[in-house]
Structures are given as C-alpha cells and as structure tokens.
C-alpha cells in the first residue's frame, strides 16, 4: 500500500514538473513546495528523488525568478526544515545544495531596493544563520559551501556582523577557516 502510495505521488510530481518546465506554471510550483514541507515524514528513497527534481528546478534560474514568493516563502524555508531534521548525509547534502544554489541565483539577479531582499535577508537570519554552526561541522563538501554563502550573505549585506555575534557563531567560523588554512598549508 505504502508503495503504490509513493508511486502515485511520485507520478503526480513528474506531471507537476511537467508543466512547471513546459509552462512554468506557477501553482504547479506552489504544490511542489507543499510535498517538500511534508518530505521529513517520507521514506528515504522518496525524498531523495523530490530532492533530485527540485535539484532540477534551481539548474533553471528562470522558473526561480518567475515565482520568487513561493521559493522564499516556501521552498527555502523547508528545505532548512528537512535539513536539520534528516540524518541521512546525502538528503542533508541536497538539501543545502539546493538552497545554496538558489540563494546565488536571488543574490545576482536582486537588488536591495527588490521586494525579494526582505525576503532573502529573513531567510538569511532565520533559516540559514541557526544552521550554520551544524553545516560548518557537517561531511564535506557542506562546510565550504556554507563558508561561501556565509560571505556572499555578508557582501550583500543581507547578513550583518551583528548578526553573527548574537548567535554566537563567530568561533565555529573562525575555527573553520583555520583549520582550512591548516589543511592547504
């Protein structure tokens, strides 16, 4: 039964993104980012493959900034969810791909005058910030990947050094940066 539940859904997901690349169909996304809120209490294997076509999702950029809301207020946020959630390290790695690839599509294609940069900077604060010290110690390649977007959101100033230092993270950067600069010497 479970199986025949997961194939169905699994079927309706491939006619959604169907129709989300054939014509960027912005509820087809909409009903996307709801599976992905509800993908923590799905099997492994299943969450794996919404994860690889939301993958496929941020490899086009124009399906992004077609339908900015419903990637900030709702795919974004769930995928940092279904991070800290998950045990799995593949899941967790797609995950935060994922949001790492389409938080750099909003930060090149955004100005802060954008209604979208209020959106980017709550999402900075809220759902990436909290993470952050769990993401620099997690299995590689996460750790740089969170290096990086930490100074992307900082040159965007989406992220401010006030910010760090209330959660206290500074210590986790450093000492990952160090332990970089260790590892290259």
Known sequence: MATSTVK????????????????????????FSVSIRHMDLARD???????????SVADESLVILKSPDIFTREVLP????LYKGNKDGD???LCFKILFDVMVIFLNEQSED????????????TN???LYPSLIEDEDP????AQKLLVMLID?????????LHLKIVCNALSFCWAISQVQM
């Open 8 to 31: 169905c859904a699994a079927a309706l997901l491939c006619l959604q993104m169907e129709q989300l690349f054939d014509l960027y169909d912005v509820s087809s996304i909409k009903q």
């Open 91 to 93: 899941t967790r790695f």
């Open 78 to 81: 769930s995928l940092a969810v």
């Open 114 to 125: 954008e209604p979208g940069s209020k959106e980017l900077q709550s999402i900075s604060n």
């Open 128 to 130: 990436f910030l909290p």
């Open 142 to 145: 996460i750790p740089l990947y």
């Open 156 to 164: 965007y100033s989406y992220i401010k050094s006030a910010d760090i």
């Open 45 to 55: 294997d299943f969450q794996i493959t919404l994860l690889r076509i939301l993958e």
